[in-house]
């Protein structure tokens, strides 16, 4: 551990978008499914998607559709996007890491701060060991261990108890405005990213994780 202060005592991040962007994967995935389902579907429906479960993501999709489906059609065609989802990751590595996201990582894990991952993704331990970072965090909080999605802070909550800290002791850094208003919800500091940048709320704006140095160390 450096001698480095810092002004938490943990650091909780989002996973797509933030530390890696698996986001084009997700949209070629449910683009796929709408597609043969003859449902419009673009960027603008996609961004709608971002920080909220595999569910609740469908139900905005159909919301375009001139049918109905029930719960088990519902079931099936999230196991069908989440497959075509899951074959694509076979192609993340190493290499779908940004430089300054290992290097941050490196600096706060050297600075004593304990890093989570606070994702409703139920993917995100698979995407962690693809591209070699899993090492890096002390606890993975995803879609396999909550009930609810951002913007609820169950996500989060349980990564801070993961690592055995307080909200008030932890940073959340995220790329999504729900994820920004989990963390406001949950009692942490939050640090937007990317297009939650543009939501009101957050602390902190940041346009890298390079920027994390100047907020979270002294």
């Known amino acids: 551990m450096s ?7 943990g ?3 989002d996973l797509d978008g933030v530390i890696v962007h698996t986001d084009t994967l997700h949209y070629k995935a449910w683009k796929s499914v709408a597609d043969r389902l003859s449902i419009p579907f673009d960027e603008e429906v996609n961004d709608r998607l971002r920080g909220v479960s595999r569910g609740e993501s469908l139900e905005i999709i159909l919301e375009q559709s001139k049918r109905r489906y029930d719960g088990a059609q519902k079931e099936r065609l999230c196991t069908e996007k989440n497959g075509i989802y899951v074959d694509s990751l076979a192609s993340l590595s190493a290499l779908d890491v940004a430089a300054e996201v290992s290097d941050t990582l490196k600096l706060l894990k050297g600075a004593g701060l304990k890093l989570a991952v606070g994702s409703s993704s139920k993917n995100a331990k698979t995407i962690l ?8 965090f002390d606890a993975v909080s995803d879609g396999t261990n909550i009930q609810r999605t951002k913007p609820d802070p169950e996500v989060f909550l349980k990564a801070a108890a993961m690592i055995g800290l307080k909200p008030s002791e932890c940073a959340v850094v995220e790329d999504a405005a729900a994820g920004i208003e ?4 949950g009692g ?3 640090i ?3 297009g939650a940048a543009a939501s009101n709320g957050a602390r902190f704006n940041i ?3 390079s920027e994390l140095q100047k907020i979270i160390l002294k």
């Open 3 to 9: 001698d480095i202060s810092a002004l938490f005592k």
């Open 11 to 13: 650091v909780i991040f």
């Open 129 to 136: 060991s693809r591209i070699g970072l899993a090492d890096f």
């Open 182 to 185: 989990a963390a406001i919800n």
């Open 188 to 190: 942490f500091t939050a």
């Open 192 to 194: 937007a990213i990317g």
């Open 207 to 209: 346009k890298s994780l």
